[in-house]
């Protein structure tokens, strides 16, 4: 039906950037709010950014001045754009939508709804 796809991720050093790219496809309606969020390991599943379909966005204080979110909506995709990386940055990052799309001859609302994520390391 639907799916989001992440990619960008990798090993990096501290200091260095990486762009992830999140692509929503399927049979959808609409998109509103899109995030990333993040988990490291033994950690909870944490916000980093988020964006409203009309361009507002909201940063985690800890990635504030360092991560840019931005979204096309004509591609339905979603990017994030971190510099300055640290190690604390390390975790799998996860793409979510709010997604509204068809499920046969029904609209079905889904939110969040999540990618696989991708997998970034900061290390030297």
């Known amino acids: 039906q639907v799916q989001l796809v992440e990619s960008g991720g990798g090993l990096v050093q501290p200091g260095g950037s990486l762009r992830l790219s999140c692509a929503a496809s399927?049979?959808?309606?609409?998109?509103?709010?899109m995030g990333w969020y993040r988990q490291a390991p033994g950690k909870q599943r944490e916000l980093v950014a988020t964006?409203?379909?009309?361009?507002?966005?909201n940063y985690a204080d800890s990635v504030k001045g360092r991560f840019t979110i931005s979204r096309d909506n004509a591609k339905n995709m979603v990017y994030l754009q971190m510099n300055s990386l640290k190690p604390e940055d390390t975790a799998v990052y996860y793409c979510?939508?709010?997604?509204?799309?068809?499920?046969?001859?029904?609209?079905?609302?889904?939110?969040?709804?999540w990618g696989q994520g991708t997998q970034v390391t900061v290390s030297s």
């Open positions: 399927g049979s959808i309606f609409s998109i509103n709010d």
């Open positions: 964006i409203a379909s009309g361009g507002s966005t």
């Open positions: 979510n939508a709010d997604m509204t799309y068809y499920s046969g001859m029904y609209l079905r609302r889904e939110y969040p709804y």
